[in-house]
């Protein structure tokens, strides 16, 4: 079994529900030793959201897998200690409550910093450490809206519609570990820690792609497109038999195989389809076109076609046909992970997929406090007595 490229670095989550979580298990999965701690008696709340089967969310199985998990207080003087005596021995800490919490608890940048000039501490909110909305609660919901991508999201005759999943969470997540990879290349070369400020909202905003630049040169506001791509040439259309095919077509060599494969190879030599600057103007005949090719054929011929003249497609996959698709299984990208009273669970797969160092998930997301004694020994060196004592106090 391959050597993982994050073994022999150690993080400590003090985070909860997906952003934070997400982060931690990329990790996980690419051989880091993460420790997540969770409030006694009652976890993390994403042990609550989602389906849940015999107490065990499937969602949390998936989001904290390969992780060791501990209960702790950190509202408690005694879990606030064993915070500090952990971060000694960390590379990695990370966390996502509201600004200023962590510091009330004399657990913020700067008390870590002192005990571990080495450490890197990645920060998620909502909003940001800083700026006016600093304070204010947020998950998936609040970042999309205010980062912009709810607005775009649904259909142009109707009011806009909410992004799923909670992807401003999982590219948080994912933002925040290049943040930590960047952050620990650094180090390595420096000996210096540092901390990350991650916001969801501004994950969402980063994936707008040229919005923010065609509002601030030209003054458009990107609007809704519903099933089609407002900028160029494609979409979700029906066959006849009432499956659906997503294609695009936004280089003018890919418009060209299309319009011939619609039977119209001369629409790309007309001035008003000629250009990228445009096409975007006349979209409406061309989809209306499509609409009308998509119609009049069967999935199978439509998907013929579409390999022959080679531009870029796909079905829209219900899980159902995820999990009977032949390339999903030749990826590897459906698994079945080791569960505790389970037997297994399937769960995706890791990704990326590295050539000589892959990641692994080795176990799905644990019981609550399934390793706090492990850790409180072996970490801490705690004694059995100790290890009574503050569970008797309720820090873990």
């Known amino acids: 079994m391959s050597r993982r490229p994050l073994e022999g670095i150690r993080v400590l989550e003090l985070a909860q529900v997906v952003a934070g979580p997400f982060c931690g298990t990329l990790m996980a999965e690419f051989g880091a030793e993460v420790i997540k701690t969770e409030m006694p008696g009652r976890g993390d709340d994403l042990r609550r959201l989602g389906p849940i089967e015999d107490g065990t969310s499937y969602w949390f199985a998936v989001d904290n897998r390969n992780k060791k998990l501990m209960t702790l207080d950190l509202h408690l003087p005694g879990g606030q200690a064993i915070v500090k005596r952990l971060v000694s021995k960390?590379?990695?800490?990370?966390?996502?409550?509201?600004?200023?919490?962590?510091?009330?608890?004399?657990?913020?940048?700067?008390?870590?910093?002192?005990?571990?000039?080495?450490?890197?501490?990645?920060?998620?909110?909502?909003?940001?450490?800083?700026?006016?909305?600093?304070?204010?609660?947020?998950?998936?919901?609040?970042?999309?809206?205010?980062?912009g991508t709810w607005y775009v999201n649904g259909h142009a005759d109707r009011p806009p519609s909410r992004p799923t999943p909670v992807y401003p969470d999982y590219m948080t997540g994912l933002f925040t570990a290049f943040g930590v990879m960047a952050a620990l290349r650094h180090r390595d070369q420096t000996g210096e820690g540092q901390w990350i400020d991650a916001a969801l909202y501004e994950s969402a905003f980063r994936v707008m792609e040229y919005s923010a630049t065609f509002y601030g040169r030209?003054?458009?506001?990107?609007?809704?497109?519903?099933?089609?791509?407002?900028?160029?040439?494609?979409?979700?259309?029906?066959?006849?038999?009432?499956?659906?095919?997503?294609?695009?077509?936004?280089?003018?060599?890919?418009?060209?195989?299309?319009?011939?494969?619609?039977?119209?190879?001369?629409?790309?030599?007309?001035?008003?389809?000629?250009?990228?600057?445009?096409?975007?103007?006349?979209?409406?005949?061309?989809?209306?076109?499509?609409?009308?090719?998509?119609?009049?054929?069967?999935?199978?011929?439509a998907v013929e076609a579409l390999k022959a003249a080679d531009v870029p497609h796909a079905p829209i996959m219900s899980m159902a046909d995820v999990f009977t698709d032949p390339h999903y299984r030749a990826r590897e990208m459906l698994i079945d992970v080791p569960a505790e009273g389970f037997g297994t669970l399937p769960q995706p797969g890791v990704i990326p997929k590295l050539s000589l160092t892959p990641g692994r998930v080795d176990h799905a997301g644990a019981a609550l406090g399934r390793h706090t004694d492990e850790i409180l020994s072996g970490w801490l060196d705690l004694s059995a007595d100790e290890i009574a004592r503050l569970r008797e106090q309720r820090v873990i």
Not at 117 to 131: C, E, N, V
Not at 270 to 285: D, G, V, W, Y
């Open 90 to 147: 960390c590379d990695v800490v990370l966390e996502n409550f509201r600004p200023g919490v962590l510091e009330k608890w004399g657990l913020g940048w700067d008390a870590l910093h002192a005990i571990n000039p080495r450490l890197i501490m990645a920060r998620i909110t909502a909003f940001g450490q800083t700026g006016p909305l600093r304070d204010g609660p947020g998950y998936a919901a609040i970042g999309s809206a205010f980062g």
């Open 218 to 301: 030209q003054g458009v506001v990107r609007e809704r497109g519903g099933l089609q791509h407002a900028g160029w040439p494609g979409g979700a259309f029906q066959t006849q038999d009432g499956r659906w095919i997503v294609f695009t077509a936004p280089a003018q060599h890919l418009f060209e195989r299309f319009c011939a494969m619609l039977g119209r190879p001369e629409l790309p030599k007309e001035p008003r389809f000629a250009s990228p600057t445009e096409r975007p103007k006349n979209l409406a005949e061309i989809l209306g076109l499509a609409e009308a090719w998509f119609a009049e054929r069967p999935y199978d011929k």
